[in-house]
């Protein structure tokens, strides 16, 4: 068996597409590295922070895939997703929160909607 390396689960990773194709075959790769899951897992956080919104629900997309077929052969994979999944979710609020906001100001809507001037 080859061993993990992070240049390749990088490489993998931009050019993870949101099919169920592309999410299957990463995870499956993924999880044929069960004794480098740390490594895994946080090349997956280091990554996640770097990708746009859009792209951050693919990450999440194959987080869970991971996490569904791992869970057969042990709980390393669910131990340390754990303990970076509420970052993830926090990032992802905090991207659709932007992203709301900017497209309120650019739609007319302003920052400051019920305060009046003068």
Do not use: C
């Not at 068996?1 to 490489?11: G, I, K, N």
């Not at 895994?40 to 997309?61: A, D, E, H, N, S």
Request: glycine share 10%.
């Amino acid at each position: 068996m080859a061993s993990f390396s992070r240049a390749v689960f990088v490489q993998k990773l931009s050019e993870l597409r949101i099919s169920q194709k592309s999410i299957v075959s990463l995870s499956r790769w993924v999880l044929r590295f069960r004794r480098n899951a740390g490594s895994v897992v946080t090349v997956w956080l280091q990554q996640f922070r770097l990708v746009t919104p859009g792209r951050k629900i693919i990450f999440l997309y194959l987080a869970n895939d991971v996490l569904q077929n791992g869970r057969r052969g042990g709980p390393e994979f669910l131990i340390l997703f754990a303990t970076v999944l509420r970052e993830a979710a926090r990032l992802v609020a905090r991207s659709r929160h932007a992203i709301r906001n900017i497209s309120n100001v650019g739609l007319g809507g302003g920052m400051n909607k019920g305060s009046k001037s003068g």
